[in-house]
């Protein structure tokens, strides 16, 4: 089944709006797992906008001590700063992104040739730290030819494009990302995440089409919902998409 990752980053940017710690970061996390999400991701940016470098550790912990198997991610441009920290926190998994440092939000993904050598060298150094290595990927064959020389465990799908389009052409604009599903699937054995836009409307559809994906990562939309619905039943009716 897929895993639901909640992340944290648009909670983190109210709560930094006021500087001050409303809404509570580590409440944030624990009622997300309390109501049913399998994991958390984080993006800390360098202008810590979102997620400050300073809460990664609480979150760490406050994920570790959970009874449940609760997977963290995160995610991040691998710049040796984010990378020394990811080293000491060790999550069960590190989501590599191309971000510029002033992006507003992930935009691209990797194009796996042209980053082949900076990529696989990084990626065997998490590995070595036994961390899961994903990394952020356009729905575009073309760019992921070296793939398995870049050793990844999983890539994440970037779902923007679908989201944006899915409202008029979601059979047309499947068909991108349903080429590069199978394409890794043929040729790798690298499981594959997808995150970006994706909601209440778009997500049944998504995980129909391509079924095996292990894990995607909500946010932006989760927060949207909670304005409408809270907390508690946004996350459930998620699951209830995930789980039928």
């Not at 191309?98 to 998490?126: H, Q, R």
């Amino acid at each position: 089944m897929t895993l639901l990752s909640i992340n944290l980053n648009k909670f983190a940017l109210i709560r930094n709006s006021r500087n001050e710690n409303k809404p509570d970061l580590i409440d944030i996390c624990k009622k997300c797992i309390k109501y049913g999400a399998g994991g958390i991701t984080v993006h800390p940016r360098p202008d810590e906008r979102h997620t400050k470098y300073s809460d990664l550790k609480k979150l760490s912990s406050t994920i570790k001590k959970h009874k449940k198997n609760i997977e963290f991610n995160i995610e991040g441009y691998p710049s040796k700063k984010f990378c020394n920290l990811v080293y000491q926190i060790k999550p069960d998994q590190v989501t590599l992104v191309p971000d510029p440092p002033g992006a507003i939000t992930s935009s691209f993904g990797w194009d796996c040739n042209k980053n082949k050598n900076f990529l696989k060298k990084i990626v065997k150094k998490f590995q070595s730290k036994k961390i899961r290595v994903s990394i952020f990927i356009n729905p575009n064959i073309r760019t992921l030819e070296n793939l398995n020389e870049i050793g990844s465990d999983r890539v994440e799908l970037y779902t923007y494009k679908y989201a944006k389009e899915y409202s008029k052409k979601k059979y047309k604009i499947i068909k991108d990302y349903k080429k590069t599903y199978d394409y890794i699937n043929l040729n790798t054995n690298i499981k594959i995440n997808a995150g970006h836009d994706l909601n209440l409307d778009n997500l049944k559809f998504f995980l129909k089409k391509l079924p095996s994906i292990k894990e995607v990562s909500i946010g932006h939309a989760i927060v949207c919902d909670s304005l409408e619905y809270g907390l508690e039943k946004t996350i459930y009716k998620y699951l209830k998409i995930i789980r039928n």
